[in-house]
């Protein structure tokens, strides 16, 4: 599988354009990899997980034909992974030549958000196609078997992470989400992993099983947790994401932090293969 960064922020991006702490005045200075937009990423090219407001931005940025992205991944509705009324660019008259319909795959919510956003316009039910996901229930796209499990996120919906299996190898994308809940470590036991994205919102927290978001600790833990079951997981490849200029830490910073634990730190336009 091939995994592209194409961002790596949290909510607020990073810097914050209205801000003026010190991270976010050193990120413009420095610049390169210190500029994060909105999380997001896609694979093989074909499918991607969350469209942010950067999504536009992001595809000019790193020369990604849109057209070819056929199926669209939700994790939540928060405003930094959904900007549905952006989807509208795809229908005929805005875009000429899309030809597939996109298959979007998300909780009761983020399709509801979809269908509102589309209103206004004709010809939806050939260009979108939508599945609601249930939790732990399998979905296929093409040869990768997909399974949504319970992220520790926002309460008042169910927010999703997703476990990938493809080419025998196995993904785990795993933001938006604090300390993983009783029932997803319960399904994740015993697996092996061969990349984990991880949340690291909040930088250093001292607390290795933070909630809502997760803390440079809290992914340790979770590599700790994840090689205590499987020896097989001690070549997991842990790649921490969605900074929030918040934690203070820019690139360099988490670079140096991590390293002794073998944690990459993602940034915008990186490109991982599994």
Aim: proline share 4%; with cysteine.
């Amino acid at each position: 599988m091939k995994v592209h960064f194409l961002g790596t922020a949290a909510a607020e991006g990073f810097p914050n354009v209205f801000c003026r702490c010190q991270a976010c005045q050193d990120s413009r200075k420095a610049k390169g990899r210190n500029i994060r937009t909105r999380s997001s990423v896609i694979i093989d090219d074909a499918w991607r997980v969350d469209y942010p407001p950067d999504a536009y931005y992001q595809a000019v940025r790193d020369e990604i034909d849109m057209s070819k992205v056929n199926h669209l991944l939700l994790t939540h509705t928060h405003y930094d992974h959904l900007c549905a009324g952006d989807l509208l660019s795809r229908i005929e008259g805005f875009a000429h030549g899309v030809e597939e319909p996109l298959n979007i795959y998300g909780n009761d919510l983020a399709l509801h958000q979809c269908r509102i956003g589309f209103l206004e316009e004709g010809s939806i039910q050939k260009q979108f196609m939508m599945k609601r996901l249930i939790p732990f229930e399998v979905f296929w796209i093409g040869q990768a078997k997909i399974t949504p499990i319970l992220a520790d996120h926002d309460p008042r919906e169910t927010c999703f992470l997703f476990f990938i299996e493809k080419d025998g190898k196995y993904l785990l994308y795993g933001n938006d989400s604090g300390w993983f809940p009783e029932k997803t470590w319960d399904w994740l036991k015993g697996k092996k992993i061969d990349m984990a994205i991880l949340d690291c919102t909040v930088g250093q927290n001292g607390n290795p099983k933070s909630r809502n978001h997760m803390s440079v600790e809290t992914v340790i833990e979770v590599q700790k947790q994840f090689q205590a079951w499987n020896e097989e997981n001690a070549k997991t490849q842990i790649i921490a994401t969605h900074f929030s200029h918040n934690c203070g830490l820019l690139y360099q910073d988490l670079l140096e932090i991590f390293e002794p634990y073998g944690v990459e730190v993602a940034y915008d336009g990186l490109i991982k293969y599994i």
